[in-house]
């Protein structure tokens, strides 16, 4: 995911290899210390065996253990961050048998999704208990593990970053012919609140029949989203600009006037830290709309940094959204203060020192 590349590039004082399964889409991540630790033969029949004979997460065998032992040994590895906690669930012989500390981050979705199967959640208990510290990119995350039963004392905030100088502030000229545009962005899926968006973007468009909506990303909901957009009689001005570079999403961004973000919890419990694509906009100098979710309130105070609405309630997104069209001083109020909250907390370079601090720390070289 490139929130983590960007991480992993931003280090300097420390020097990261990536083990992965596979290694795609050099030309994006062109980034060299990489072992490839290639999937085993058996992997699908013992994922089978283990989900739908024994209803328990997989986890790796002794032969693919000895395998990344052999890696972690051989580049002299002194701390193993894993991303993802139901990775960490799966690699959780590894973290039992190697002697050096481990780490594991949640972003949203580990904490929640699979947590109703009792096996799962017995299994990433187990795991939390196992490993050194506990990274979490909002404090809605840090409630969450923590009624996992971790232990609170290992759980720490780790923000994501935003590289400030890709996203410099711009002021925008708000339009006086109704020509407004917005974008949203992000993974076409049901935490996203893109029927939300839709129907809000319907409501609006009533009124200012000339303003255009862009949706940036793509994701098993294109179809139904897409769908509802035909029922609404907005297709002519709704954009599904699919997957795009992050130069052209930038571009989107400044030519835009709102970023639309009303993420809600998925009914497999998915559910937001704090969405990247958010940070982003912010950075740049969109006035942000979004809901009452997750870790969004931690970046956003309601008509102090931009706007919340409650989940699911696409009339009220529709209200805000006229009501500060006919107050554009607020709009470029909120723009300032939500770009000062992204440069003030979730600068890349500060996280990025901050993650290094914490893994010197624990291997015994910090304060």
């Not at 690699?91 to 039992?96: A, G, V």
């Amino acid at each position: 995911m490139f929130h983590i590349y960007r991480q992993i590039t931003a280090l300097r004082r420390c020097a990261p290899v990536v083990i992965a399964q596979k290694r795609e889409q050099t030309d994006r991540f062109p980034f060299e210390a990489v072992q490839v630790v290639p999937k085993p033969a058996t992997h699908f029949l013992r994922r089978f065996w283990f989900r739908q004979m024994r209803d328990m997460p997989w986890q790796i065998s002794d032969a693919e253990l000895s395998v990344l032992l052999r890696v972690l040994s051989r580049i002299d590895a002194r701390v193993l961050h894993i991303y993802f906690g139901q990775i960490a669930v799966h690699l959780l012989p590894l973290i039992r048998t190697w002697k050096n500390p481990s780490i594991v981050s949640f972003h949203g979705a580990d904490v929640t999704v699979d947590m109703n199967n009792r096996a799962y959640r017995d299994a990433t208990r187990q795991m939390l208990d196992v490993v050194k510290l506990v990274l979490v990119r909002s404090e809605s995350l840090r409630r969450a593990v923590a009624d996992l039963g971790c232990d609170p004392g290992k759980i720490e905030l780790q923000r994501t970053g935003i590289p400030l100088e890709e996203f410099p502030f711009c002021e925008r000229s708000f339009p006086r012919n109704g020509e407004w545009r917005f974008v949203q962005a992000g993974r076409l899926i049901e935490k996203k609140g893109l029927p939300v968006t839709l129907r809000a973007f319907a409501i609006f468009q009533n009124q200012y029949p000339n303003a255009t909506l862009t949706i940036a990303g793509e994701g098993p909901l294109l179809g139904q989203v897409q769908k509802l957009a035909h029922e609404l009689d907005i297709q002519g001005r709704v954009s599904f600009a699919g997957f795009i570079s992050h130069e052209q999403l930038r571009e989107i961004y400044y030519r835009s006037h709102i970023f639309l973000h009303p993420s809600q919890i998925g009914r497999d419990g998915n559910q937001e830290g704090i969405p990247n694509s958010m940070l982003e906009a912010m950075a740049s100098g969109l006035p942000v709309f979004a809901t009452e979710h997750g870790g969004i309130p931690e970046a956003i105070e309601n008509d102090s940094t931009g706007v919340l609405v409650p989940e699911h309630n696409h009339e009220e997104l529709a209200r805000a959204l006229l009501n500060a069209t006919q107050d554009q001083s607020f709009l470029s109020r909120i723009a300032r203060s939500g770009a000062e909250v992204v440069r003030k907390n979730f600068d890349l370079h500060v996280q990025a020192q901050r993650l290094e601090d914490i893994y010197l720390r624990v291997i015994g070289r910090g304060d």
